[in-house]
């Protein structure tokens, strides 16, 4: 309080926001604050310029201080993404997430540092209608091509399963998960004991999720190559010398 004072008229944001909205777990070492005119900052203390809305505003024990999306925002400029990831998820446990009104903030403020940021770690909370099984399929064989990975067999029958993606050679397999894929407790439950069975038979198994495979196509492909070759030691098989014949999707 003393330091949104000392900078009046101020809010606290930044990291001190966060703290302030209980989504950091420790008190940052600086006093971030956000002011409508530049000024010079004092000692300890560092003032962002920005004209606020009044929606973008709040308080916490009576300190004034951005608002959860703003912060959010904020911090998005300054954070590396598993970190601004880690907070989303803080935020969320709190239940102090708003899509809407993080989508709002975003489109008043395009231009913001950290805009470009916060929307691609919030594409892990959009239900995407292109991320049917179907177009999901063809995107992840493009990328395994694409990457210079062999190309896996789609839909095919191992064990009694009908699995996504299959690589023969290193009896491995990648399930393609959609939002509709875990819409309840038993679904989750099923999911888990499929992964076990799986097992059983000999056969790895990792999860990939539509969101996550737009978001960061690069590492599910270095991801799924090193698990690949993992396997390949495993079987004591060498490496194949050219991509397998792809099998169609359905």
């Known amino acids: 309080m003393a330091a949104v004072l000392a900078c ?4 606290a944001s930044h990291t001190s926001a966060a703290w302030l909205w209980g989504l950091l777990r420790t008190r940052p070492a600086s006093f971030h604050l956000t002011a409508p005119t530049r000024r ?16 973008d505003c709040g308080t916490v024990t009576e300190i004034p201080v951005t608002s959860v999306p703003r912060t959010l925002l904020d911090l998005a400029a300054m954070l590396p993404a598993e970190r601004l990831e880690k907070t989303l998820e803080r935020a969320e446990e709190r239940g102090r997430f708003d899509l809407i009104a993080l989508d709002d903030l975003l489109a008043r403020v395009p231009g913001h540092l950290g805009a470009g940021r916060l929307r691609l770690a919030l594409t892990a909370y959009r239900h995407e209608p292109a991320f049917t099984r179907s177009n999901l ?17 789609m839909n095919l029958n191992v064990g ?43 056969v790895g198994m990792t999860r990939v999720t539509g969101p996550r495979l737009a978001r960061e196509p690069r ?24 991509q397998e014949t792809d099998s169609p999707v359905s």
């Open 160 to 202: 009694g399963f009908e699995l996504d993606a299959y690589w023969e050679r290193e009896r491995f397999a990648v399930e393609l998960d959609t939002y509709e894929t875990h819409g309840s407790h038993a679904a989750f439950e099923r999911d888990r004991l499929r992964q076990e069975d799986l097992m059983l038979i000999g």
């Open 219 to 242: 590492d599910v492909a270095a991801r799924v190559g090193r698990l690949l070759a993992d396997r390949r030691r495993e079987l004591g098989r060498p490496a194949p010398q050219s």
């Open 137 to 153: 399929e063809r995107r992840f064989l493009k990328l395994m091509r694409d990457s210079g990975l062999p190309s896996p067999a």
């Open 40 to 55: 010079r900052a004092k000692q300890s203390f560092r003032v962002h310029f920005a004209e606020l809305a009044d929606r």
């Open 8 to 11: 009046a008229p101020a809010v």
